[in-house]
């Protein structure tokens, strides 16, 4: 059968478990698949743009984000530069705090912490990788399932293993499982650089 909808992928993972009373477990299965989906997969489909305005040494994450991609002000489009929170405070303390355009940020309890201090108030793009939206009754698809179904199914009948106790099948179900994983990461890569290959970035910003 085909795997389109929330109801199809259900339908097929009783299916392929060959189990009829397992109806109120298998949204929990569907579940622990999308945690695990939104750890592993990075596709461009998950990329998301921003409006951000910053105006003070933290501003709050996006509800939705995962792990961020860039970030830059439109002042002058210059990169906002990713650094760990140790150096952020170092730089602070080196500056006595003081304020001015952001040239650096660290991801801090759930928010961008920018350093200088803003002067005034800067908007901005961030491009962050953002959480699936999952499947409900109320949400009948998503990227995922409209393209790599199989990723859906083969990382619901894992998380099967466990609540079934079935050892014996846990292992075929794990490497389909990353296989289709693999294949969406891969095809991200074929997408976003082709043949070329990773190119070395360097810093042309005093």
């Not at 929170?85 to 355009?101: M, T």
């Amino acid at each position: 059968m085909s795997i389109t909808t929330y109801t199809e992928l259900k339908t097929s993972i009783a299916n392929w478990l060959n189990r009829d009373d397992l109806t109120s477990v298998i949204p929990d299965f569907i579940a622990l698949a999308e945690g695990d989906f939104d750890r592993k997969i990075r596709h461009w489909r998950m990329e998301t743009r921003a409006n951000a305005t910053i105006d003070t040494r933290f501003t709050a994450l996006p509800a939705d984000f995962l792990e961020n991609v860039r970030f830059h002000l439109d002042v002058d489009e210059r990169p906002v530069e990713l650094v760990t929170p140790l150096f952020l405070q170092k730089k602070r303390n080196e500056s006595n705090d003081s304020s001015g355009r952001p040239q650096y940020y660290a991801i801090v309890s759930g928010s961008f912490e920018v350093w200088p201090t803003p002067d005034t108030a800067y908007t901005g793009q961030i491009y962050y990788y953002a959480k699936t939206t999952k499947l409900s009754s109320s949400t009948a698809t998503n990227w995922i399932l409209t393209n790599y179904p199989d990723t859906y199914l083969y990382g619901s009948l894992l998380h099967s293993a466990p609540y079934l106790i079935d050892d014996a099948r846990a292992q075929t179900w794990s490497a389909l499982y990353q296989s289709a994983i693999s294949g969406i990461n891969n095809n991200n890569d074929k997408a976003k650089y082709g043949g070329s290959g990773l190119r070395m970035q360097i810093n042309a910003y005093s």
